[in-house]
């Protein structure tokens, strides 16, 4: 092993190590973030579990609501998963210090052809997904799809989404370099062809360029790979593209209750058990009773989870009612004010120490009350979210806090909620008339 090979053994490990030591940290501290959500029982099944995230999340069901965004989606998709198979021959090169090592153990026997098979499918879902990542950019940039011209995806938002599209375009780039530039020089110097139907169509074009310029094409495509995943590794859990991770556990619990099924809250059960049976004992709580959720640790940990996974594709906007009648109400900008609140959070806590706290909340200086109570609990945004979101638990959550822990509510829900009270429906009408409507009929 010569001098310049364990130079590039040297580089390659401080560029994977370190690289994977930023992200796990990094990993961990959204893991420790979703922690701090209170206890939720998802009552589902281990099938279930697998089921909804077999279907949603691996077989992308939910996306096929809107087709053709689906096809462009499902092939970067696929390319993403199917590209890392390259990455395994990289990554074991790298460590090694080889070359192509995984052909050159196969050459002459039949899994050589299963290896150009593997590197063909790769090249041509490249070349496919190069051309799907301009159309990704065109329909932000220039088709202007209105549920990516919306005011929550201005600033870092808008810049995040062409980031990792540029990102992908690169990487893409740099895989055709290093396949046509080994290609060409392998061709040169043992007259042998790999039998990469794109990468040796460019590599032929490239046979007349000095072994040296080819070997540099190579070396560049080979480390431009390498470092393009290793800064997407970096960069993934600060994107919204964390959720190409996140997907899966996100749909694994999702919540198996019909939409719409609105859950007690236990502390208000207890009291009013306790009411009717003076013989019930209400559980011991390990801290003071809070109804609702003021700030993003009082939300419980699958919502915690719901905004870690967000895609910021906005389907849910496009289909909210309040959204598209006007209101200020964007079911997108609640799960992204959510991952911005812990985030915030997280910054202050590293810079200040554990007790950090800035007078701030979720509810009023993130979300505000405006926007909350533009909601009609449809769940259209539930039912749109193609990886099994559920924005109206955090926004019933924050009105729960808002109107009973602060007793903030317009003047015709009190009235709602007195008649709800007082006659068991939300009309003025006593009890013992509910029936009035019958009279006339026998
Ligand atoms: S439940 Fe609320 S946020 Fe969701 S779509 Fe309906 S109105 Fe919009
Ligand atoms: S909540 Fe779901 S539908 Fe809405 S932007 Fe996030 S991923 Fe898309």
Redesign the pocket.
Known sequence: MNFLTVIQILLFIGLVGGSFFVAIRKFKEIYDNVNKGRPEHIPSTFFFRLKSMLLIAFGQKKMFKLTFPAFLHLVIYVSFVITQIELIEIFIDGFTGNHRILYHAFEGNALEKLYVFVINFIEILSLLTFFVTILFILRRTTFKVRRFQMPELKGWPWKDALLILAFELTLIIFIFMMNSGDSALEMKEHGKDYGFLLSGLFGNMLTGLPNGALFFIEKTGWWGHLCMVMTFLVYLPYSKHL?ILLAFPNTYFTRPEPKGEIHNMPAIMHEVTSMIDPSYKVPATDGEIKFGAKDVYDLSWKSLL?AY?????????AACPANITGKKLS??KI?MDTRDRMEDLTRGRKLHGPDFTDNKSLLGDYITKEELRACTTCNA?VE????S?N?LTIILELRRNMIMEEADSPPEWNNMFSNMENNQAPWQFSPSDRLNWANEMN
């Open positions: 959720h719901d996974s967000c895609t910021e594709c906005g389907r849910c906007t079911p997108r799960m945004c749109e979210c193609p990886v979101i924005p």
